[in-house]
């Protein structure tokens, strides 16, 4: 069983009439090399916002500012940074605030590890939390300030459905997932209804990360890749399909818009129904 990520066209993006989508105003897209943070970022763009990607893949970020220039969204800038790195966060937010006035941050970057708890490596433990729960709290507070000055922001965590529920052999992934919740709520508790922050859960969806970890999960339950997909990973949904990136992407577009001013530490569960159906 072979599933690929899909291309992006322009028609697949949603594209809001907002006033704060403009390219005076920056968004900030971690993970813009690939899946998710690769289409958030294209979507900021298509939607008139000036884009600064973050990734540690130069080659990969640089194909992204390609794809949504093509697309139609022309001020997008590629930042090559290791978000483990504190003195190359600094620096990226630095360089994002010189292109405009810093309103959005999609924090989405993130790796995964399969095993259980007992085998455990601590040094996957202490990198997915650098990656996956500090360096959203860090660009966090490095931003804040930005949103502050410009009167208002929105700050969007990907979460999953692993921030609802936890899956066996997944648990830092699950940690993190649970722990940008408490983020969001937590900047949106201190932001006065001005500096907005959200999640974002969805269930598996169709990129690198989703699909690279059928093997390991396939080995660690003894079943075959076929039934990763079909009973694991979409067992419990009501929609027998893997979502795609840009579908993802839309959710962060209208929970940045003012339409959603009132997603103030909420998160959107879009999952087929895998949390609340029975």
């Given amino acids: 069983m072979e599933i690929k990520e899909p291309e992006i066209t322009r028609k697949d993006v949603l594209i809001l009439d907002d006033d704060d989508f403009c390219k005076e105003n920056v968004c900030i897209v971690t993970g813009c090399g690939t899946g998710i943070g690769r289409a958030v970022s294209i979507a900021a763009a298509v939607n008139g916002l ?20 093509a697309l139609g969204g022309n001020d997008f800038t590629f930042i090559k940074t290791d978000l483990t790195d504190d003195d190359q966060v600094r620096a990226a937010v630095e360089k ?43 660009l966090s507070q490095l931003v804040i ?23 066996k052999n997944k648990p830092v992934y699950n940690i993190t997932k649970f722990g940008l919740r408490a983020l969001s709520q937590s900047i949106s508790a201190e932001g006065e209804g001005r500096i907005r922050s959200f999640t ?20 660690q339950r003894g079943i075959t890749p076929e039934q990763v997909v079909t009973d694991v990973m979409m067992g419990a949904s009501r929609v027998k399909e893997m979502m795609s990136p840009v579908e993802v992407a839309n959710l962060f577009v209208f929970g940045f818009s003012r339409f959603s001013k009132y997603l103030v530490g909420g998160d959107l569960l879009f999952d087929g129904g895998m949390v609340l159906t029975y």
């Fill in 50 to 69: 000036t884009v600064a990607g973050l990734d540690i893949n130069d080659t990969e970020g640089e194909k992204t500012v390609k794809i949504a220039r």
């Fill in 145 to 167: 300030p930005h949103m502050k000055q410009a009167g208002a922001g929105a700050i969007a965590n990907m979460a999953s459905v692993h921030a609802h529920i936890c899956t």
């Fill in 200 to 219: 974002i859960s969805s269930g598996f969806v169709k990129t690198p990360l989703a699909l690279n970890q059928v093997a390991a999960q396939a080995e």
């Fill in 96 to 138: 994002a605030a010189g292109l405009g006035q810093i309103r959005y941050l999609a924090n989405i970057a993130g790796i995964q590890h399969i095993d259980a708890v007992e085998n455990f490596p601590m040094e996957s433990y202490d990198l997915m939390q650098k990656l996956m729960l500090r360096a959203p709290f860090f």
